[in-house]
């Protein structure tokens, strides 16, 4: 090979190698700025409560994705429904729960369980004569949010300053999409246990451990703003036969039913909790002995009008209720209200049951 | 003197590849979404990327459970972002950068044609023999060489002196190496792909490929490299080194218990084999 000859090829490579590291600078630093991005949506949204999260992903989203809008649903498979939980679509302040067949993209990154990238929206199948005024590119991209499969949620993107989301947006997306659904999925986690931690696992209402911090709590504040507090105890009459007669199963139906009558009628501050076996508590704040035995004969009421149905026989049941009402001047206790409630119910049982007593006086209530 | 031991050639940021190549597949790699596993399609052509796929999908990063020995295994595995990743980062080969007046003869070109023709006769060989797993084939073809390119890369003045006088002297390109250097490019490949964890099976191609010493130890994997590399040259697909090292190919048939006549009968499919790889390559 002669020098002309090598130097040629030598230019011709060298101009090879710019272009190269051209684009190599080029995929390099947009591999860093996405990397850069992603760091810091993970740390921001390394949160324990979805609020949070979804307070995060409001503000920043738009900026680590360098888009314009977008909007997160969180899928309840159960319901087959998609509910909004953030977005930041301004003027829309509204609750979204969409079903099956309202949104045909969701739908559709659902049931495929990956990415819909539509590069003209009024092109695509999925369009019906009309568009989003707020967008100025009418691409669209719905992305499921998936943990082992399963779909928690769906993350749609619109919108942005280049006009249109090439392969490696997309990839990139995919990879931030993966963040969220494990920070939600965390979260989902983290909130599921704590709230089964405070629950009874078969009615749903306040566990007794939970109860006794809720009523001790209910105490400080009572006496702190001298307001009424009332407890009122409840325990479902002839509960064995129940068992007896219809078996278990039939036992744990009696108490869900009843469960959801007290939860029914309770107020948004009072605590329901079911206390052991078929003995249930509320707790009612701002309320006086008249007030709690109001509400706790309404309970009665309602469980005794109530008509169980176990294998085509129809049954029901009542209940007996005792109520004490705190003094708020005393120094009294929370196994103290809890005694005085408690004879108030042993009075209620031993007097006939299905009736409702005050702990502390000699009021009886009785239904039917 | 850098590069003056096997180990030195075993280095961390793998085997450079050519920049137009490199180039190339960067190109389509930006067209491409990384969710797309079409990607195996445009590294199949690169002896040093293969390498790079190999070697990380045999790391204790990824910790499979067997070592992976095909090209197109590892790239389902790793997935096509972090194959991406391996691309863009790459070393880029400068065949002219010397500015002493040197003017290497080396056709870098023709010795990643040589080795892609290879990884396609080789596949195109086991398909004919009956084997299932031809992307092992194809893989094994592909990188058989990677000693050699090594070498090319890192001393090619060295490499090229140590041709002149293989050609000379009448003698094996490796015993020249070995006599010159104290190890071969046999001894370059073997370090780098034990190195990298690849599986045995490839480390035995690497090391038959070359060595007509090592005859008694070829299999079939390497037989049917060693065959394919034979019909490459022939057909004008050499890599442009000579190394003096090619097996017979009644050595070769008998190993592989074929015979002339069936090779015969194999060659339109394997040309067209080829005809497609060189396509692609100058495409």
């Known amino acids: 090979m002669d020098k002309d000859r090598f130097e040629k090829l030598k230019k011709q490579e060298v101009n090879v190698i710019r272009s190269l590291l051209k684009k190599q600078n080029e995929m390099l630093g947009q591999s860093l700025l996405h990397l850069d991005h992603l760091i810091y949506l993970q740390k921001s949204i390394s949160l324990m409560s979805l609020a949070d999260i979804f307070k995060v992903l409001a503000g920043k989203l738009p900026y680590i994705l360098f888009i314009r809008y977008f909007s997160l649903f969180l899928f309840d498979k159960n319901k087959k429904a998609l509910s909004l939980a953030c977005h930041n679509h301004p003027g829309l302040t509204e609750k979204i729960v969409l079903r099956q067949g309202d949104s045909e993209i969701m739908d559709e990154a659902i049931a495929r369980g990956s990415y819909v990238l539509e590069s003209d929206y009024a092109q695509s199948r999925f369009f019906h004569g009309t568009t989003n005024s707020l967008f100025e590119h009418n691409f669209f991209l719905t992305i499921p949010l998936m943990i082992e499969n399963e779909i928690i949620g769906v993350l749609n993107l619109n919108d942005n300053e280049k006009g249109n989301f090439n392969v490696t947006d997309l990839d990139y997306f995919l990879n931030v999409s993966e963040f969220i659904s494990l920070s939600i999925s965390n979260a989902q986690s983290f909130e599921k246990a704590e709230r089964l931690s405070v629950t009874d696992g078969l009615t749903g209402l306040t566990n007794r451990q939970h109860l006794e911090a809720a009523l001790m709590s209910e105490i400080f504040r009572s006496r702190r703003y001298r307001s009424p507090l009332s407890l009122v105890m409840m325990d479902v009459d002839y509960f064995k036969g129940v068992n007896d007669t219809f078996g278990h199963q039939e036992g744990d139906d009696v108490l869900v039913s009843v469960a959801s009558i007290i939860k029914s009628l309770c107020r948004s501050h009072d605590v329901a909790a079911r206390y052991g076996g078929e003995e249930f508590v509320l707790v009612l704040p701002e309320t006086n002995g008249s007030g709690a035995r109001n509400i706790a004969e309404r309970v009665r009421e309602e469980v005794e009008s109530h008509r169980f149905s176990h294998e085509g026989k129809v049954h029901s049941v009542t209940i007996s209720c005792g109520i004490a009402e705190l003094d708020i001047e005393g120094d009294q206790s929370f196994s103290d209200l809890i005694g005085v409630a408690d004879g108030a119910l042993y009075q209620a049982k031993t007097s006939g049951r299905n009736r409702t007593i005050l702990g502390g006086g000699d009021e009886i209530f009785k239904g039917g | ?283």
């Not at chain 2, 790699?29 to 999908?57: C, E, F, H, N, W």
């Not at chain 2, 090619?246 to 499919?269: A, C, I, N």
């Open chain 2, 1 to 283: 003197m850098k590069f003056s031991k096997v180990d030195d050639f075993v280095t961390a940021e793998g085997l450079p590849s050519l920049p137009g190549q490199i180039l190339t597949i960067l190109g389509e790699l930006g067209r491409t979404s990384a969710m797309d596993y079409t990607i195996l399609q445009k590294i199949q052509y690169d002896p040093a990327i293969a390498l790079s796929v190999l070697r990380a999908a045999n790391s204790p990063l990824y910790g499979y459970a067997s070592r992976i020995s095909s090209l197109q295994q590892a790239a389902g595995l790793l997935g096509p972002g972090a194959i991406r990743n391996i691309v863009l980062t790459t070393p880029i080969l400068e065949r002219y950068q010397d500015n002493d007046g040197f003017h290497s003869p080396l056709d870098h070109s023709k010795l990643w044609l040589h080795m892609t023709v290879t990884a396609a006769l080789a596949s195109g060989l086991a398909r004919c023999l009956g084997h299932s797993e031809t992307d092992i084939f194809f893989t094994a073809g592909l990188i058989h060489g990677v000693g050699k390119i090594s070498l090319a890369a890192y001393r090619p003045h060295s490499l090229l002196e140590g041709v002149q006088l293989a050609k000379s002297e009448e003698m094996t390109l490796i015993d020249i190496e070995q006599r010159t250097f104290g190890f071969t490019h046999v001894d370059i490949g073997v370090r780098m792909v034990e190195a990298f964890g690849l599986p045995e099976q490839l480390i035995g191609v690497l090391k038959n490929c070359y060595s007509s010493r090592n005859e008694d130890l070829l299999g079939q994997l390497s037989g049917v490299v060693c065959l394919a590399r034979n019909l490459a040259n022939s057909w004008g697909f050499e890599d442009g080194i000579y190394d003096g090292a090619l097996l017979g190919r009644d050595r070769l048939f008998s190993v592989l218990k074929v015979t002339e006549h069936d090779l015969e009968g194999w060659l339109p499919q394997l040309r067209e084999n080829v005809d497609l790889v060189v396509q692609a390559q100058e495409g």
